[in-house]
T-cell receptor, first 110, second 112 residues
Framework: DARVTQTPRHKVTEMGQEVTMRCQPILGHNTVFWYRQTMMQGLELLAYFRNRAPLDDSGMPKDRFSAEMPDATLATLKIQPSEPRDSAVYFC????????FGPGTRLTVT | DAKTTQPPSMDCAEGRAANLPCNHSTISGNEYVYWYRQIHSQGPQYIIHGLKNNETNEMASLIITEDRKSSTLILPHATLRDTAVYYCIVWSNAGNNRKLIWGLGTSLAVNP
């Protein structure tokens, strides 16, 4: 049963610290997405990649967020420095047409 | 902005059919209708999609009106585990576009 995996599942950090979230997409999926979900904003697309190349990162605050795909089995989302307003659940998804989501990383920045 | 309109909440009795409506009056000819759901504290889950014809899979049925301006997701025998937020999304796979626009969805409560 192929699934998208994400680590860590929970992260609590202090303001100003660097946060790295990792995602392993489903093998063979060439499109990977990063989303952020909060109660206020709902589900927001931050960025997505196709064949490891960034296609759209317009939803991502450029000054502190960065997303990469070092290889086909790993996608990373980094926040540096983190701020309390970054507290949210971050989802990774992969898929060709349908998107398959991971369990999310719940980030709390104090 | 989302291109779909859904009721914010619905209730359904366990064992009965749940019919979740979605309006997409501005849908384009090459746009599909996709349905996802999100169970509390989990990532969204793909359910079904369609273009013109009605579709059925092991999870649900999708009924699309002839003018394609609205659709209904049917869960034939709802269970407590179907309690979730259901999202209706219209999307075209033309070109490199992989961006889904997520609205607020319908919060479905299945009651015992």
């Amino acid at each position: 049963d192929a699934r998208v995996t994400q680590t860590p599942r929970h992260k609590v950090t202090e303001m100003g610290q660097e946060v790295t979230m990792r995602c392993q997409p489903i093998l063979g999926h060439n499109t990977v997405f990063w989303y952020r979900q909060t109660m206020m904003q709902g589900l927001e697309l931050l960025a997505y990649f196709r064949n490891r190349a960034p296609l759209d990162d317009s939803g991502m605050p450029k000054d502190r967020f960065s997303a990469e795909m070092p290889d086909a089995t790993l996608a990373t989302l980094k926040i540096q420095p983190s701020e309390p307003r970054d507290s949210a659940v971050y989802f990774c998804a992969s898929g060709l047409y349908e998107q398959y989501f991971g369990p999310g990383t719940r980030l709390t920045v104090t | 902005d989302a291109k779909t309109t859904q009721p914010p909440s619905m209730d359904c009795a366990e064992g009965r059919a749940a019919n979740l409506p979605c309006n997409h009056s501005t849908i384009s000819g090459n746009e599909y209708v996709y349905w996802y759901r999100q169970i509390h504290s989990q990532g969204p889950q793909y359910i079904i999609h369609g273009l013109k014809n009605n579709e059925t899979n092991e999870m649900a049925s999708l009924i699309i009106t002839e003018d394609r301006k609205s659709s209904t997701l049917i869960l034939p025998h709802a269970t407590l585990r179907d309690t979730a937020v259901y999202y209706c999304i219209v999307w075209s796979n033309a070109g490199n576009n992989r961006k889904l626009i997520w609205g607020l969805g319908t919060s479905l409560a299945v009651n015992p």
